[in-house]
């Protein structure tokens, strides 16, 4: 609680005050203080102390004109001294209801280097996404087996091989028609296709025409 006001000379000017102490700050010269329990008269830096400070304070200005400035409140003020550093040991708690929304209009670019290994334990699996082709090795196999398939009633089969990595067929040259592979593709007589596929592979045609094959094994 604090008093400060320009004040002319033999001015006289009122405020309430609650506390136990009324401290002159500044003033001309001197300032009459007075009290529903008494009457001082103080210069700059001097104070009143009373337990039992309340009610209505009369300020006069005994000085020159001039502001007059008067600290009020509990305990004993100690002005602080030019340079003199305050310690604060507790702030109180603050609580903080809501904030202002907050919109980002960009964010800068981040590049990545370099990514750290990844480790996959046994049974884990990782999902890849891309919008753009993935280069990627081709399996190589341990052996080789080799076998000719001849079309009979129309059809001729090659079976399911967990154990392989790719396989090479081809449309033997002396076939007097084209070999279909599943629901359309075709070799002619001499062509060759390879395909990557561990899975079974169904295979129609004229009967007697035969399909020369290489299973690639892990």
């Known amino acids: 609680m604090s008093f400060k006001q320009h004040m002319q000379p033999r001015q006289r000017s009122q405020f309430q005050v609650v506390g136990e102490f009324i401290y002159v700050e500044s003033c001309s010269d001197t300032v009459l203080i007075q009290t529903e329990r008494g009457e001082y008269r103080l210069k ?15 300020v006069e200005n005994l000085g020159e004109a001039g502001n007059v400035e008067i600290i009020c409140g509990f305990g004993q003020y ?12 507790q702030m109180p708690p603050v609580a903080v209801e809501s904030l202002p929304a907050v919109t980002v209009k960009a964010l800068p670019s981040v590049a990545v280097e370099a990514l750290p290994k990844v480790q996959l334990e046994t049974g884990q699996m990782v999902r890849v996404y891309a919008t753009t082709a993935l280069l990627t090795k081709p399996v190589g196999g341990a052996t080789v087996e080799t076998s000719v398939l001849t079309i009979t009633s129309g059809q001729a089969e090659l079976l ?59």
């Open 44 to 58: 700059p830096g001097a104070q009143v102390l009373d337990s039992q400070l309340s009610g209505r304070v009369t």
């Open 78 to 89: 100690i002005p602080p001294q030019d340079g003199q550093t305050v310690t604060v040991s």
């Open 160 to 218: 399911a091989n967990s154990s392989r990595c790719h396989v090479l067929l081809k449309a033997s040259a002396s076939n007097t028609d084209v070999i279909t592979i599943g629901n359309g593709f075709t070799l002619s007589p001499g062509e060759k296709q390879q395909i990557d596929t561990f899975g079974g592979l169904m295979f129609s045609g004229t009967d007697n025409n035969t399909i020369e094959i290489i299973e690639v094994i892990r």
